[in-house]
Structure formats: C-alpha cells, structure tokens
C-alpha cells in the first residue's frame, strides 16, 4: 500500500519505547484519476493509482504501544486507473486502490501492544482499473483492489497483544479488465472487493 502516514520510533536502545497515539477522521472526497500511456520502454515499468481516506504506517525497531483509531465518512472514495503499456523490455506492476482506512504495523522488540479501531461510513469505495499491455519482454502482474477497513500487523516480539475492531457500512467495488498479449513471462491478474481484512504475523522468537 501507498504510505502517506508514518511514524518512525528510535533504535533499540530507547528504553522507554514507543507510545504512538493516531487519530484520522476522513470527510470529504478522495479522487485519484490516472491514464497512462507507456510505449518503448527498455526496463520495468510500474503504475499505480491510490485513493484512500486515512492510512497509517508504524516501523519501530523497539518495544512499541500503538493506539490507532480512524473513521472515514465521505461520499465518494474512488481510484480510477486506466493504462495503456506497450513494447517493454522489462517487468511490469500495474497497481489500483481505493480504501477508506489501511493501518500497518511492524516491530522488532522485546514487545508489542496494539489497539486498533477502523469504522468506514463511506458510500462506496471503487476501484476502476483498465490495461491493455502487448510486447512484454518481463512479468506482468496487475492488481485491483477496493476495500473498506484493511489491518496488518507483524512482529517477532516475545509478547504481541493485539486487539482490532473493524466496522464497514460502505459498497464495496473493484472493477477491472485486462487485455493482455504477447508477454515472455508471467501473468497476475487480481482484483479483490473486501469490507474489512486483518492479518496479523507473529515471529517465532525460539532459538
């Protein structure tokens, strides 16, 4: 996912930790329109389209509490995404989003505590995402998503608690076609409509 917020903690000789409190409310549109035409291109090529109401990301590298709650009520949460790639020499990553709230966690600590709180009220959140690729000389790999509430969390910490609630009273919509042709490698197409994902990772921390 896009990160458009973060916080960062110290290194892991702070001993007093991380206390991260974030609080994001969304109320108004969040359009992202994006057309693109790509034609000769020697190497990869990546494009991406993201429209999001709040979005959190936290690395820490020690002993971290994060409280995090987000609500978004908005009329219209949409990514539109339309891209036209041809005669590439290398891979290409083709990328549309549109979701109300996205949190992700991830520390390496002796500790980790999370409390997470996700509401969507948004009308609906779509994604729109329409490819013709032709001349691939790499991987394609296209991917569509719309969603209401998304959470991931991972650690390797001895002790994880990790509590997160998530209400979704939007529609859902991820629409996407492809037309693809004449590509040398792999092809990935998803697109995925999901009101609220969590996961969550715990490291095994034996030896």
């Known amino acids: 996912m896009l990160q458009l ?3 960062f903690a110290g290194d892991s000789n702070d001993q007093a930790g991380s206390q991260i409190l974030n609080g994001q409310i969304a109320l108004h549109t969040a359009n992202s329109s994006l057309h693109a ?6 190497q990869d090529v990546g ?3 993201v429209a999001a109401g709040n979005m959190l990301d936290v690395t820490t590298m020690n002993d971290t509490n994060v409280t995090t709650n987000q609500y978004t009520s908005t009329v219209d949460i949409s990514s539109d995404l339309g891209a036209s790639v041809t005669n590439v020499g290398g891979s290409v990553g083709i990328q549309g989003q549109a979701v109300c709230n996205a949190a992700t966690v991830s520390t390496d600590p002796v500790i980790t505590a ?17 490819v013709y690729a032709n001349g691939i000389g790499g991987d394609l790999s296209v991917s569509n998503l719309a969603a209401g509430n998304t959470f991931e969390a991972d650690s390797n910490a001895s002790n994880m608690p990790v509590s ?14 492809a037309n693809v042709s004449n590509v040398a490698g792999s092809v990935s197409v998803t697109s995925q409509a999901v009101g609220n994902s969590a996961q ?3 490291y095994s921390t034996s030896n």
Not at 37 to 42: L, Q
């Open 5 to 7: 917020t973060a916080a």
């Open 37 to 42: 035409t790509v034609d000769n291109v020697g």
């Open 47 to 49: 494009i991406q389209s």
């Open 114 to 130: 999370i409390n997470s709180t996700q509401q969507c009220d948004a009308v609906d959140p779509t994604s729109g995402t329409y």
């Open 164 to 177: 997160t609630v998530q209400i979704n009273h939007s529609n859902v919509n991820a629409l996407t076609t």
């Open 200 to 202: 969550i990772i715990h």
